[in-house]
């Protein structure tokens, strides 16, 4: 079945640093979702990517997708506290860039923030 | 409605008994996945609705766990003779056409004495 990798588990930074989270997957993707869980919520849509080497900015966060689509990564600049949470990739397999089924998601990296 | 939602909030029950959980989607939305996470963990696939197709069941841990989805809208997840281990955040989430994000509910916190 699918694997989906994801590291590190736990990141624990200092507000400013930066941090990222990489995403794994054994095969070619259709396309990788992020979302973030703040505590105590649910996951919330950050960004979808489709293309290979796609690269994607919404503010500090910086998202990208692999030349083989097979990985993914998140980058935060300069970290804020409000940036606490659990960052998922969600992957779906194949290379015909589908948008139905089912979504396989990586165990989250949970970024904690020292003020 | 804006979002989707999911009922009850919290449901504690006794071991044995069964549960129902409740997802009204959003309006339209053709797609329903359900998911389980326990504490500090991933998101755990249980079933994915799509229109009028087969469910894909293969998630669903036992035959303990069943679901289903009246009219393509609400749906129902049902856990027969709940055990401990079923303690867990039980996620809805809708799928529009574009097929870009999920809208996850709030979620419903099953809590198994």
């Known amino acids: 079945g699918q694997q989906v990798m994801q590291i590190p588990q736990y990141q624990h930074v200092q507000e400013g640093e930066d941090f990222t989270t990489y995403c794994n997957s054994s095969t070619t993707l259709s396309n990788i979702q992020w979302y973030k869980q703040r505590p105590g919520g649910h996951p919330v849509f950050l960004i979808q990517?489709?293309?290979?080497?796609e690269v994607k900015k919404q503010k500090r966060l910086t998202f990208q997708f692999g030349e083989a689509k097979k990985n993914s990564s998140l980058h935060i600049t300069a970290t804020q506290t409000t940036d606490v949470g659990t960052y998922f990739c969600a992957v779906r397999p194949g290379d015909r860039g589908s948008t139905l089924g089912r979504l396989y998601f990586g165990r989250g990296t949970q970024l904690t923030v020292w003020p | 409605g804006a979002g989707v939602s999911q009922s009850p909030s919290n449901k504690v029950t006794e071991k044995g008994k069964d549960v129902e959980l409740r997802c009204d989607p959003i309006?339209?939305?053709?797609?329903l996945y359900w998911y389980r996470q326990s504490l500090g963990q991933g998101l755990e696939f249980l079933i994915y609705?799509?229109?009028?197709?087969?469910?894909?069941k293969s998630g669903l841990p036992s035959d303990r766990f069943s679901a289903e989805r009246t009219g393509g809208s609400v749906s129902t997840l049902t856990i027969q003779r709940t055990q401990q281990e079923d303690s867990a955040v039980y996620l809805c989430a809708s799928l529009g056409a574009s097929g870009n994000e999920q809208f996850f509910g709030p979620g419903t916190r099953l809590t198994v004495l």
């Open positions: 609705f799509q229109g009028n197709s087969a469910p894909d």
């Open positions: 990517l489709v293309k290979s080497g």
């Open positions: 309006s339209g939305h053709t797609a």
